[in-house]
């Protein structure tokens, strides 16, 4: 089916536009569920209905795609693409999200599981999804970086920015594999003073 990006940033539609044809509707969709997630929770005022709504999802998971619901497009993408990898990621980006929902306050070590749960889902799946050979500590490490700064998007209260604002770490100066350029792409717009030439320049060029 026809990807429909437009609920993804700038930096993400960049980072699909540079994921190989092969893999790049498992990697749209782990983009999109990571965003549609991160929207209920910000836009969720009553914990119990956000928790309702990632266990929908929960649910939803666990079914064979001939039981799960239509008219949904992310649901149809992910019978299209379903396979073990995508499936296990989604489930990984499922629990980061839920680890927020359930807080009452975003404190250091639910954050840190947050990205940790956020960054396997989608850096680690997209380095097995591409088969590139790299340090799998680093692109978890880069991933979690990315995953704490992109969380600020999602932020609903004062209270939740200033947390993550708090915990979030620097962007380091990783160097990634050439296959792995997508990911590099996020990791560096992660990074507040970049401009969008800058992110361009990277994803031609790697530099």
């Avoid at 700038?10 to 991160?38: C, E, H, M, Q, W």
């Avoid at 489930?91 to 807080?103: P, R």
């Avoid at 680690?124 to 790299?134: N, P, Q, T, V």
Wanted: a neutral charge.
């Amino acid at each position: 089916m026809k990807l429909d990006l437009e609920a993804l940033s700038p930096p993400k539609r960049l980072a699909v536009a540079y994921t190989p044809r092969t893999i790049r509707a498992n990697f749209a969709l782990l983009l999109l569920f990571d965003s549609r997630l991160g929207e209920i929770v910000q836009r969720t005022s009553e914990p119990l209905i956000g928790q309702m709504r990632l266990a929908w999802w929960r649910d939803v998971l666990a079914k064979p795609a001939k039981d799960r619901p239509s008219g949904e497009p992310l649901i149809a993408l992910l019978n299209d693409v379903d396979a073990p990898v995508v499936h296990e990621a989604m489930l990984h980006i499922l629990s980061g999200w839920e680890e927020l929902i359930a807080a009452e306050h975003w404190e250091e070590m639910i954050l840190r599981r947050h990205a940790t749960y956020r960054a396997t889902g989608l850096f680690e799946s997209y380095a097995k999804l591409s088969a590139a050979i790299g340090d799998n500590e680093t692109i978890i490490e880069t991933g979690a970086r990315w995953a704490l700064t992109d969380c600020l998007h999602y932020c609903a209260t004062q209270e939740q920015y200033e947390a993550v604002k708090k915990w979030s770490l620097e962007p380091k100066k990783i160097q990634l594999v050439r296959e792995l350029r997508p990911l590099s792409i996020l990791a560096r717009s992660s990074a507040g003073n970049i401009c969008g030439f800058s992110l361009l320049w990277h994803a031609l060029t790697g530099r």
